[in-house]
Every structure is written in C-alpha cells, then in structure tokens.
C-alpha cells in the first residue's frame, strides 16, 4: 500500500508520496486540470502496481479532481479542514505552514489514523446534481436576506412609510412593485389608488386589490418625518437598486426550486424522503444533497445522526 497526500489549491497541488513505513517516497507539484492528473498518477505508477494499493487523503469532498481520484480506482478519503489542522499540530508546535508540508500530512494521516475518517461517498450523478442545486438555492436565499436587510436599513433611514405600508415582507411582489413607482417618500404620497393597483396586479395579486390599494396610499401619505431633498433622491437611488436586485433573485431563486423538484422527483429516494414529516420539496431536496444516496455510507442510524449533529454530547 502507498498513501498519497493532496494539498489542493487553485492553480496547482501539491503532493505527497509515503510507503507503509511513513518514508517519502516522492513529492512533485502538479497543475490543477487534465496535465496536472496525468502527472499525478505517473508519480503513484511508479511505486504502485494497482489503483487498490493507492489511499488519497485529501481535504475536499466533491468536485473535479475528486472524480477524477475515484475514476481511477484510488480510495480516496475526505479529511475534514480542521482535522487536518489538529493533526499536524502533532507534528510540530511552532504553527509552521506550507502546502509541501500538508501534503506530507495529509498522506501520513490516512496511513495512520484513516480508520477514523469516511472514504468519499458512492453517491449517483443525480444526488450530486441536487446537492449542487440545493446549495446554490441555500446561497440566493440568504444572498436575498442579505439584501432586504439593506433594503430595510435605508427605508427606515429615511422612508419609514414605506415600512408601515409593506411590514416585514418586502421581498414580496406586492412591496417590489410599488416601491419600483414610488421610491422616495415624495414620489409615494403622488401615487394614485388607480396606479398602486396596477402596481399590485403586475406584482402577481389578484385578489382584494382595491382594499390592499387603499391600505398602501394612506400609509404612504401618512405624516412622516423627512430628510432633506439631496438625501432623500440618494436613498431612492439605493431603494431602486435593491427592489432590482430582490426581484432578480426571487426570479432566480423560483427558477432553483423548479430545478430542485424535479430533480427530487427523479430520485428512486423521492417517495421516501417526502413521507417523512415536515420535509416537502426544498428542505426534502437540501436532505437527500447532504446525506447523499450511497446506501454504505451510514451503517447505522446513530451514524446519520451524528453526521447531522442532532446526536446529543454529553
């Protein structure tokens, strides 16, 4: 057996050859892309006679050279970030870092301690593909957080009827369409009941349009306090740019969820994953990415739960 350690990075990797004894028996730098693989399994050919004998440890769980590691019939394990870090405060205490120097580690750590790390999950090509589309929906979510709280931040600075009129929801089309009219507190109290309707059709209502119209103009022309004329034209500048942004990602986050259904829908799981109680289709979706399909990879419940970290530590 040979353990070979990757250091990964952008442009390149480092490795790391070791025998069963912990001598290095090799080290090369190698370009990140089809080259630098090509390099990497001459440099395990030459002390390795089959892909059996070879044990990666690496520091990524997916992704290109990760595939490409498994294609070739290596065990490749997944060493945790932080456990990588522990671990080689073993082999010194100065906090002495270098990419060599973790390759080295990295390898030396699945020749001695790999039984206490999970090898690369088997999961299918449709598992991964909803992992990915999970996490990017998780990541325009919270991206669109991100925005309506800046949102909100400049409404109260100097657009606090706005916030009477729309509350808390102002992600939604009702709130995005008027503000695209009415972006400062001026051009708020002009707007007819007949436009605000308008407004709130084109935003997706279609019910009780005229009593939500007449809720929104006597907020907005309600008395407020207000800023002068320079500040209140700047914060309608920064309200415009943010209604834009949060009604491209509600576009782009609705087109996520259609991906993520279908994709769930796909999966021989799906049935499974949806009786459960309280999981539907996103949070069923965002479940199976992250547990994955490989059927070997949790052996018992307690496994599954640890990896959740609902496991109680006493």
């Known amino acids: ?57 690496i520091e990524l769980d997916r992704g290109l050279l990760v595939a490409a590691l498994t294609a070739a019939g290596y065990q490749v394990v997944a060493v945790n970030p932080l456990a990588a870090s522990r671990y080689r405060e073993r082999h010194g205490t100065s906090g002495a870092k270098s990419d060599p120097g973790d390759a080295r580690v990295l390898a030396d750590l699945v020749r001695t301690d790999r039984h206490n790390h999970r090898p690369v999950a088997g999961d299918s090509e449709l598992a991964e593909a909803i992992r990915v589309l999970a996490r990017a929906h998780q990541s325009a979510i919270w991206s669109r957080q991100r925005q309506l709280n800046s949102l909100r931040s400049a409404l109260r600075a100097c657009y ?55 809720q929104i103009q006597a907020a907005l022309r309600s008395p407020q306090l207000a800023a002068p004329q320079a500040i209140s034209r700047a914060y309608g500048t920064v309200t415009q740019a943010s209604v834009g942004l949060l009604a491209s990602l509600n576009q782009q986050i609705a087109t996520l969820e259609e991906a993520l259904g279908e994709g769930l829908n796909r999966h021989p799981d799906a049935k499974t994953i949806r009786s459960l109680p309280g999981l539907g289709m996103v949070l069923g979706a965002r479940v199976l990415g992250e547990f994955g399909d490989d059927q070997t990879r949790f052996p018992i419940a307690k496994s599954r739960k640890n990896y959740a970290g609902s496991a109680p530590i006493t």
């Not at 009415?182 to 279609?206: D, F, M, N, V, Y």
């Open 160 to 214: 606090p009827a706005a916030l009477d009129a729309f509350g808390t929801d102002l992600a939604c089309g009702d709130a995005l369409a008027v503000l695209a009219l009415a972006s400062t507190p001026e051009r708020g109290r002009q707007l007819s009941r007949a436009k605000i309707t308008a407004a709130l059709r084109r935003g997706g209502r279609h019910r009780n349009l005229e009593q939500r119209a007449a």
């Open 1 to 57: 057996m040979i353990f070979v350690g990757v250091d990964w990075a952008e442009a390149y990797h480092e490795v790391c050859v070791l025998d069963q004894a912990g001598a290095v028996l090799g080290r090369r730098r190698v370009p990140d892309g089809v080259a630098g693989v090509g390099q990497l399994h001459g440099l395990v050919a030459d002390h390795a006679s089959e892909p059996s004998e070879v044990i990666v440890g």
